[in-house]
């Protein structure tokens, strides 16, 4: 017996539903992105060197080619920090060549200390001035002229008044020449929109843990996070070399006994009653009036006595 023939609207709601349920198949693995699941980057990532930090960020790290924004209470805080480690893999050798370009940095990098954590420091690049400091459409300039560089590596921009257009327009170039670009805004800014791809908010630690940083994911392309990461003030090797130098320490003092109390120290006169010596002490007839800096010493001596 023939099918009963399908009305032309049916027919095109048929195909319509045949074509939706095999969209996610024919558009390839990762094209389609759940809101509770993590979203992959649309270009590479780099690997932020805080293990906690790259478990709750889509492929696992820093985008490329996308702007980042930090916000802080207080710029210069914590930004150095929390970028550090993926900036030393930057300037690694075997790495493409590339410049650190800072923009309007509130501070001077401290070069000596940057250095010993494994930065080169010859790659950096800090563009300040008077116009920089005062007029945003220069800073912003600045970082579209460093981003289209083929010789940079990294853009870190210190924007505290900025328009949502301007930072669209870095995103916009970030994307375009596939370029890292981390903006460091006040606190203020989390309620403004933004382009960014990734937001955080970085505060300090308090109590017992105030060298740590605590980090809040207010953007991201994946779930909400709630929960606040806390970063270690270390780096994980130099916290195991001093968790290492704390062991053998205990160690020593545990096959040594117990400690010897300190020696008490040798009891002094009482001041008065070496005040009243001096003053009652005769000098010696043939004693010159001055006798340099060791006279009221040698005064001193037979009244201590």
């Not at 094209?31 to 805080?50: I, K, Q």
């Not at 970028?83 to 300037?91: D, E, F, H, W």
């Not at 203020?188 to 937001?199: I, T």
């Amino acid at each position: 017996m023939p099918s009963p023939a399908l009305s032309p609207a049916s027919s095109l709601a048929l195909s319509r539903a045949r074509h939706a349920s095999a969209a996610p198949e024919a558009l390839g693995a990762g094209a389609v992105w759940r809101a509770d699941e993590l979203a992959r980057n649309v270009g590479a990532t780099r690997p932020t060197g805080h293990a906690a930090l790259d478990a709750v960020l889509p492929d696992g790290g820093w985008p490329v080619g996308a702007l980042v924004e930090v916000l802080q209470p207080q710029a210069g805080q914590g930004e150095w920090r929390l970028l550090l480690p993926a900036l030393v893999a930057c300037t690694q050798p075997g790495q493409p060549p590339g410049a650190l370009v800072l923009v309007n940095p509130p501070h001077r990098p401290f070069v000596p200390g940057l250095a010993a954590q494994g930065l080169d420091a010859a790659r950096l690049l800090v563009l300040q001035g008077p116009t920089l400091a005062t007029d945003t459409a220069a800073r912003v300039w600045a970082c579209e002229q460093a981003l289209r560089c083929a010789g940079v590596a990294a853009v870190l921009a210190w924007l505290p008044q900025v328009r949502p257009e301007q930072l669209r327009r870095l995103q916009m170039a970030a994307q375009n020449f596939q370029q890292s670009l981390f903006v460091m805004r006040p606190l203020a800014a989390q309620h403004e929109a933004s382009p960014a791809v990734l937001r955080l908010l970085l505060e300090s630690g308090e109590g017992e843990g105030a060298d740590a940083l605590t980090l809040r994911l207010l953007k991201r392309r994946g779930p909400p996070l709630t929960t606040p990461l806390v970063l270690p003030a270390r780096p994980e090797r130099l916290q195991a070399l001093l968790e290492a130098c704390r062991q053998q320490s205990v160690r020593r003092r545990q096959g040594s006994g117990v400690a010897l109390p300190a020696a008490a120290p040798a009891a002094q006169p009482p001041a008065s009653s070496v005040l009243a010596a001096l003053v009652s002490t005769r000098v010696p007839a043939g004693a010159a009036p001055s006798g340099g800096p060791g006279a009221l010493d040698r005064l001193a001596a037979p009244a201590a006595r």
